[in-house]
């Protein structure tokens, strides 16, 4: 038998029409992935598929033999295989579209919470400030690292810190001139809240990205900015809980740039020219005289 002793269902169909009519009767059975998929060895033993089908287990032996094997014993032991391997696959198509899913719905609640004047202002609190601070710890200071990476590139005086000390030593130097971006999805993280709060005491500009939006974030922050928020987000153990974060970077990125898409798309070509340079030039030095 070809096809990696596998039952080749589209061989049946295509033989469909030269079975007898008890074949085309079997054939019907086990082609019927669907209704089978439930089955075990003994619902496909031959007395039970012969009672089930009201044939004889002469023909079933006889239709395995049309098919290619050797009796209905080996062709039930394929089939079985096969079945398998079809659950498997449905298993993991079920899993994949379980997380397409999950991407569908953060991108819509995401479309649904945005609000373009909070983030146009955002993005005049960027051109405004003298320096830009991005916080976050875990995946949202990860989060924090990629949007200090997207923004030096065009020309942003951007930090990022992941680091807990460093948010508290950071208090002390902040004034009107900085900006402060704190992530945080659970809207809970002290050390993210607590730069937050000294900055604003010394009148920096403060926004929070949260998916926890309380009231008393609003005293202190000046904007706080709506992520959407679902039970399997926070531990990240189905898909990465810094999606939300990312994509909201990604608005917040292309209003920046379209400000001015000539000066900021220079900007991003010289940074790619230099890191280029620098790749080169590193090359050549590690070459050997």
């Known amino acids: 038998m070809k096809e990696d002793g596998k039952i080749p269902i589209p061989f049946i169909r295509t033989k469909y029409e030269s079975f007898t009519q008890i074949e085309k009767c079997i054939a019907d059975f086990f082609t019927d992935e669907e209704r089978l998929s439930g089955y075990g060895t003994e619902e496909l033993a031959a007395k039970n598929v012969a009672e089930r089908l009201f044939v004889s287990e002469a023909s079933l032996s006889r239709f395995a033999k049309k098919c290619g094997f050797r009796g209905y014993r080996e062709m ?40 373009e004047t909070q983030i146009l202002h ?86 929070l990205f949260t998916a926890n939006e309380r009231e008393q974030l609003r005293q202190y922050c000046t904007e706080v900015v709506r992520l959407p928020s679902f039970r399997y987000m926070n531990f990240g153990n189905v898909i990465s809980p810094q999606l939300p974060l990312l994509i909201l970077i990604d608005i917040l990125y292309h209003y920046y740039v379209n400000q001015d898409r000539y000066l900021k798309k220079s900007l991003h070509g010289d940074t790619l020219t230099a890191l280029n340079e620098g790749r080169r030039l590193y090359r050549t030095e590690r070459l050997p005289v």
């Not at 999950?102 to 609640?109: C, G, T």
């Not at 924090?144 to 020309?155: D, L, N, V």
């Not at 607590?194 to 920096?204: F, H, P």
Request: hydrophobic content about 35%.
């Open 122 to 207: 955002i993005v005049r609190c960027m051109n405004t400030a003298n320096r830009v601070y991005v916080c976050g710890m875990g995946s949202s200071g990860q989060a924090a690292c990629e949007m200090e990476s997207r923004f030096a590139r065009i020309g942003v005086d951007i930090d990022s810190i992941q680091d807990a000390d460093r948010m508290r030593m950071q208090t002390v130097f902040m004034n009107p001139g900085k900006l402060v971006i704190g992530l945080s999805l659970s809207g809970e993280t002290e050390e993210v809240l607590y730069l937050l709060r000294e900055s604003g005491k010394r009148k920096a500009q403060t926004v």
């Open 76 to 115: 039930i032991y394929q089939y079985e295989k096969s079945l398998r391997d079809v659950r498997r696959k449905k298993h993991a198509d079920n899993n994949i579209q379980m997380v397409l899913d999950l991407y569908q719905e953060v991108l819509n609640k995401t479309y649904n919470l945005v609000d």
